[in-house]
């Protein structure tokens, strides 16, 4: 399947709008359809291009699959209120956490998130509502990455020849697969939404699932999701691409008050980069990481070490997995 792209240069927003909500309205026709909303810009923008198309025949969910980050079920649930877009909140984090018990492997771990979402939750969400149709935000860098073997991103379904009429019950909609992220974030921008939303870093399909290493429990999801909320405060004003905690598998020695403290190590990521294919560390101010060390092992319980990843892409990977 070729996909051709439309890059920034050549990218007209507001016909691009124009054409994509004629596109929803046509494929749904007097039907219902499914809404995937997750906060980032992606799922943003193509939550308003379904409301402008669809009004109240679109279902807007916001999955709270426990792996979120800290707050962001509520805060997008409100914003999206505030537009006029009612946003329904699904609790399925016990179906999360339960598909990826004893998962260590990043691709199981990927594709029990991606049955989770596709045949549990939304599965479910087609035979109570009798839609047919399912929006997500999926990208061109999401198909790239997942068709090249690098890593196969949660919401890559067709592209990899699965029918997803047949497997799940219901077409895939995706109005951005031409695009990479600076043409998203200026079909955002057109779209009305803010500054805050169109320009937000990008966050992984399958969420701090992305960032813990090893198993992913209740437990280990809460340190990197604190570690998360520390780093993103820090490093907000740096301009950087992307920054991110991760949190890894093996314990490591540690001391507090002349005694071993064997616990975890957090690794921040921070990142410059146009559109992630490529992206190089940023050169933070020695201050700024013995600030994040400090916060990050004073703040988060059991974690005893920080690392800075000065790594480019490639060979390493935005995300860790």
């Known amino acids: 399947m070729t996909i051709q792209e439309i890059t920034l240069e050549k990218l007209n927003p507001q016909e691009f709008i124009a054409q994509q909500v004629e596109a929803i309205s046509t494929a749904v026709g007097d039907g219902l359809a499914i809404n995937a909303l997750s906060g980032g810009v992606d799922s943003s923008t193509v939550t308003l291009l379904a409301h402008k198309a669809l009004g109240k025949r679109l279902l ?8 979120m980050r800290k707050g962001e079920p509520q805060r997008i649930v409100e914003r999206f209120k505030a537009l006029g877009v009612p946003v329904q909140l699904i ?30 939750v939304f599965g479910e969400l087609v035979r109570e509502s009798g839609a047919k149709y399912l929006l997500h935000g999926t ?14 991103q949660h919401n890559i379904l067709t592209q990899l020849g699965i029918d997803t009429e047949e497997v799940y019950g219901y077409q895939v909609i995706e109005p951005l697969l031409q695009l990479r992220k600076p043409a998203v974030r200026a079909v955002a921008k057109a779209l009305g ?52 905690a991760i949190l ?11 005694k071993r403290d064997y616990g975890h190590q957090i690794e921040v990521r921070c990142w410059e980069s146009e559109d992630a294919r490529t992206g190089s560390p940023t050169r933070l101010p020695f201050d700024t990481l013995e600030r994040l060390a400090d916060r990050i092992t004073s703040e988060v319980p059991g974690v005893v070490s920080v690392t800075y990843s000065i790594t480019k892409k490639p060979p390493s990977t935005i995300e860790a997995i």
């Open 91 to 120: 609790d399925a984090r016990a179906d999360f956490f339960a598909a990826l018990k004893g998962l260590a492997d990043p691709e199981e771990k990927r594709e029990a998130i991606t049955q989770t979402f596709y045949k549990t």
């Open 139 to 152: 990208i061109l860098t999401d198909v790239d990455e997942t068709v090249a073997g690098i890593k196969r």
């Open 193 to 244: 939404l803010s500054e805050e939303v169109y320009n937000r870093m990008p966050f992984p399909g399958p969420a701090l699932a992305a960032r813990v290493i090893g198993e992913v429990t209740p437990e280990r999801t809460e340190i990197v999701r604190e570690a998360t909320a520390i780093v993103e405060e820090e490093l907000a004003d740096t301009g950087a691409f992307q920054y991110l």
């Open 248 to 258: 890894h598998q093996d314990k490591v020695t540690g001391m507090r008050d002349d």
């Open 60 to 67: 807007t969910v916001f999955v709270e699959n426990g792996i």
